[in-house]
């Protein structure tokens, strides 16, 4: 049996992967722009350059500190689930961190304009005989051949190919599969063949790499000479030659950084006044190359404000985890369990670029006035919800709960919560069985 070499896959990945192949008939799938679904990976090109592959490195490190959670909405306010999926998500496989599963993930997003994760199960059977799906791994693959088959009844399927010719075939809705840029072709990000269109970029980075050329070679010409000298008298080129190797040979020999000429010779150095291209081409070139990316020199340099690198998240770092949170919600969720609030969320603890305390005046603000719930609190920092504070809303009377907030102005009794305003029994997935 051949492992998957590519896409950091193992033997747990491949025997689930055997297990599900079955014999359904295929065909390629019918796109309506004429092409036929099948897809191979694209070169790397654009990420010879610096520039390029330092502004998704700034990218891909933020999107590293994201923490996922499996949550469950209940109306407005919302809650943290332990369970398997939360388990997995903190551990993704037996291989990789949860930072690096988040960093292969989104190299590969930008790399390929497409990113393949598979999520694998194990089938466990209730006590009440009802079959369940077990979330036990996640693996991102890096295909070198993607194909979208279809079915007689119209069922998508995903065919992998890699590079050590092993291929299998998925349903379409058990692959998390995120796009970048995804608007010309039905199923793939990039072009219209699904490939990253670098056209435009690519010139930039010629003309980049062509200033860079002219620069090298304008300064091993300056150093090429660095000194003429200079005899006062008549000589033949022999005779030259001559007293340019002797004069060669004395500063070889020379230690103590002195040198004596007698009167007949002259040293004349050369002053070198370097100036190739100006620093604001320079930085123009490198600014048109860092937009593709929503990256700022400012960001690159790590000496960012507020205001830089709340913009830098709102253009380059938000579109990413809100298409995570919804990629990773589509496939380990059943229609079912989404409709009862079910979500991954990815969680930007330590991107949130507000300071400390404006968030804490924002949330005294509202908290003060009962308008957050206190899981929300928890949200604004970055922290997950929890539980215990499912439904818990609170506002400035000494902190008391806010629907007896009236009665303990007027010193009423407080009247017991209502029934419907308690979160009813299920599973971990919010599905109670009847």
């Known amino acids: 049996m051949k492992r998957l070499n590519e896409g950091g896959g193992n033997m747990g990945l491949l025997n689930w992967l055997n297990g599900k192949k079955n014999k359904v008939n295929y065909k390629y799938a019918d796109m309506l722009n004429g092409y036929t679904p099948i897809f191979s990976q694209f070169g790397n090109d654009v990420y010879a350059s610096d520039v390029v592959e330092q502004a998704i490195s700034c990218i891909v490190t933020e999107l590293q500190k994201l923490n996922p959670c499996h949550i469950r909405r209940n109306g407005r306010d919302s809650t943290s689930v332990d369970g398997d999926k939360q388990k997995v998500l903190k551990n993704p496989n037996e291989f990789m961190t949860l930072s690096e599963f988040l960093g292969k993930v989104c190299y590969q997003l930008y790399s390929n304009y497409n990113s393949f994760i598979i999520p694998t199960w194990n089938i466990i059977k209730g006590i009440d005989g009802i079959e369940k799906r077990q979330l036990t791994g996640l693996f991102p693959i890096q295909p070198s051949q993607v194909d979208f088959l279809q079915t007689k009844d119209d069922r998508i399927a995903v065919r992998f190919k890699f590079a050590n010719n092993y291929e299998t075939t998925i349903w379409l809705s058990d692959v998390i599969h995120l796009k970048l840029k995804y608007h010309r072709n039905e199923f793939m990000g990039g072009d219209e063949l ?59 020999k020379n230690e103590s950084g002195l040198l004596g000429l007698d009167l007949k010779g002259e040293f004349i150095p050369i002053k070198r006044d370097l100036k190739v291209v100006d620093e604001a081409t320079l930085k123009f070139i490198d600014s048109k190359i860092l937009r593709n990316y929503g990256v700022s020199v400012a960001i690159l340099n790590g000496d960012y404000t507020k205001q830089q690198y709340e913009a830098f998240y709102q253009k380059a770092l938000e ?42 005046e924002m949330v005294r603000l509202l908290g003060d006035a009962g308008d957050l719930y206190e899981n929300e609190k928890r949200v604004t920092f970055g922290f997950p919800p929890l539980p215990e504070l499912e439904n818990v809303r609170l506002q400035s009377l000494n902190y008391v709960d806010v629907s007896i907030a009236k009665n303990y102005q007027s010193n009423g009794k407080a009247s017991e919560p209502k029934e419907n305003d308690m979160q009813k029994g299920g599973d971990e997935d919010g599905i109670q069985e009847t």
Not at 345 to 357: C, G, K, P, S
């Open 194 to 252: 699904g490939q990253p269109n670098n056209k435009a970029l690519l010139k930039t980075l010629q003309l980049n790499s062509t200033l860079l050329e002219g620069v090298s070679s304008a300064i091993k010409a300056s150093y090429a000479v660095n000194a003429a000298i200079k005899y006062n008298t008549m000589l033949d080129d022999g005779t030259i030659e001559e007293n340019i190797e002797e004069f060669s040979k004395r500063l070889q």
């Open 319 to 360: 579109p990413i985890i809100i298409a995570l949170s919804q990629a990773f919600t589509k496939a380990l969720f059943t229609d079912k369990e989404r409709a009862h609030g079910n979500e991954i969320v990815f969680y930007a603890r330590e991107l949130i670029f507000m300071t400390v305390q404006e968030k804490l």
